[in-house]
């Protein structure tokens, strides 16, 4: 189960998301659900279609268990199979 403590060693395939900061200010504020996951991107089907986003250039907001929680890019920018396990 993702909690907030724990949220960086999960799979967030499926979460929505929105970016809080960002060096490309174009993207600050958008959000939707992620659809897809590499070591650099995610993949978000938002309301104008999917964009593809750096991970590592953003800090992104997630809501779990009706908690806001921020996570800096940096932190998740490796390969989901590497970060899931408690490798973070």
């Known amino acids: 189960?993702?909690?907030?403590d724990n949220?960086?060693?999960?799979e967030f395939i499926g979460l929505n998301?929105?970016?809080?900061?960002?060096?490309n200010p174009q993207v600050i504020g958008l959000n939707g659900r992620i659809e897809n996951e590499t070591k650099s991107m995610f993949t978000i089907n938002t309301e104008n279609g999917k964009r593809s986003i750096a991970k590592s250039t953003s800090n992104w907001k997630f809501s779990i268990e009706n908690n806001d929680i921020i996570v800096e890019g940096s932190k998740i920018a490796k390969r989901p199979f590497d970060r899931i396990g408690g490798k973070a």
């Open 1 to 4: 189960m993702i909690t907030v």
């Open 17 to 23: 998301t929105e970016i809080v900061q960002s060096t």
């Open 7 to 10: 949220i960086t060693s999960h």
